[in-house]
C-alpha cells in the first residue's frame, strides 16, 4: 500500500459505522434502501464494539439506518459508549425528538437529513417533516449537540443550493457543514444487489453528467472526490462490509476482527493494483466505486 492510503487506513480503522435496522419511520418518495426487517440488539453491538477495542481504540461510532432514533434503547445504547469517551455520530431524520434522553450532548454529532427547501423537503419527506427536523436542530444546538446536515441533491433542488445555505444560517444563527449527497444514480441503483430502490424520478431527478461534475468540483459530496469512505461497517444482517454501501461482505459480526480488518485491507491492495485515478485514498470496492467512476476520471481529466 502506498504511504498515503496506508496512514488513511490506519486512521479509518479508530471509526467504525453500525446500521442496526433499515426500518424507518418516514416514507421518503426518493429513499434508495430496502426497509428490511433485521434489527441488531444492543448486546449484539455492544459485544462486537467490545472485541474490536481489544484490537483497535476506537474513537468514533457512526450510526445510521433506516432510522436509529425509532429504537426504544438507541439513547441506551449511546450512553453506554460515550460514557467510555467514544465520539458517536447519528445520521437521522430529525423527526423523533429523543434528545432528553442522551446524557454526554457534546460527545454526538447529530447528522440531520435535510433535502433543500422547506417544500422540496417535505414533498420527499412528508408535509411537516422539514419545520420538524428544524425544531429538532434548533434544540440540539441549544443543548449542546454537534450538527451537520446531509442533503441529497437532484436537478430540481441543485439551483437552490445557496438558497438552501442562506435558509440554515437564517433559521439556525449558523451554516452547519452540509454534505451533498447527489441523488444515487442509475449507475449505483442498477448494479447494488439490496439497496436499488429507484422511488420517484418525478420532481426528483437524477443530476446529469454536467450538473453531477458541477457539485462534485463545487461542494462537499458523499462519496467524496478523493475516496477514502471505506471503513469497517456492519450492516442490520450482521454482514460487515469494507464501507457503508458495500454490496460483497469482508465478513460477520462473529468473524475474528483480524479478520474483518485484513479483508478490507486486501480490498485496497486489489484496489491499488487496477486503480487508474490519481491522488486517490482508495475504495474497497473498485469494481462498484458507488457508480461515481467516469465522474472522478473527468474531473482528474480537467484537473490535469
Ligand atoms: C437511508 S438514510 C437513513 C438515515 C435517516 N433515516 C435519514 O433520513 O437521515 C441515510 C442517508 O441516505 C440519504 N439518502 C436517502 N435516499 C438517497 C438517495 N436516493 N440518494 C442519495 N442519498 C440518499 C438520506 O438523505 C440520509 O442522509
Redesign the pocket.
Known amino acids: 500500500m502506498n504511504s498515503i492510503v496506508k496512514a488513511h487506513f490506519d486512521q479509518v480503522l479508530h471509526h467504525l459505522y453500525i446500521n442496526p435496522l433499515e426500518k424507518?419511520n418516514?416514507k421518503?418518495k426518493?429513499?434508495?434502501?430496502r426497509k428490511t426487517n433485521p434489527i441488531l440488539s444492543n448486546e449484539e453491538m455492544l459485544e462486537f464494539i467490545n472485541r474490536y477495542k481489544k484490537e483497535q481504540t476506537i474513537e468514533t461510532i457512526t450510526f445510521?439506518?433506516?432510522?436509529v432514533m425509532a429504537l426504544a434503547t438507541f439513547p441506551k445504547l449511546v450512553n453506554v459508549l460515550t460514557r467510555q469517551g467514544i465520539f458517536i455520530q447519528i445520521?437521522?431524520?430529525g423527526t423523533i425528538d429523543r434528545l432528553d434522553e442522551f446524557e454526554t450532548p457534546n460527545l454526538i454529532n447529530l447528522?440531520?437529513?435535510l433535502?433543500g427547501l422547506p417544500t422540496y423537503h417535505d414533498k420527499n419527506r412528508g408535509t411537516g417533516n422539514f419545520a420538524k427536523s428544524i425544531a429538532f436542530m434548533k434544540k440540539a444546538h441549544e443543548m449542546s449537540f454537534h450538527l451537520d446536515v446531509?442533503?441529497?441533491v437532484t436537478h430540481q433542488n441543485l439551483p437552490f443550493i445557496s438558497q438552501f445555505e442562506q435558509y440554515l444560517q437564517d433559521q439556525l444563527g449558523f451554516l452547519p457543514v452540509v454534505t451533498y449527497?447527489?441523488?444515487?444514480p442509475p449507475t449505483y441503483l442498477t448494479v447494488h444487489p439490496v439497496s436499488n430502490i429507484v422511488?420517484e424520478t418525478e420532481g426528483f431527478d437524477f443530476l446529469n453528467r454536467e450538473e453531477m461534475l458541477t457539485l462534485m468540483k463545487t461542494k462537499n459530496v458523499f462519496p467524496p472526490k478523493d475516496l477514502g469512505c471505506y471503513q469497517i461497517a456492519v450492516a442490520s444482517d450482521g454482514k460487515v462490509y469494507g464501507c457503508c454501501e458495500g454490496t460483497i461482505s469482508i465478513g460477520t459480526l462473529q468473524d475474528e476482527i483480524t479478520t474483518l480488518i485484513a479483508n478490507l485491507k486486501q480490498r485496497l491492495e486489489t484496489w491499488e493494483k487496477t486503480n487508474t485515478l490519481h491522488n486517490c485514498l482508495g475504495c474497497s470496492q473498485s469494481e462498484f466505486m458507488c457508480g461515481i467512476k467516469q465522474y472522478l476520471l473527468e474531473l482528474q481529466t480537467y484537473a490535469a
Open positions: 424507518c418516514l421518503c426518493i429513499c434508495y434502501t445510521c439506518g433506516g432510522e445520521i437521522t431524520n447528522i440531520t437529513s433535502d446531509f442533503s441529497i449527497h447527489p441523488r444515487k422511488g
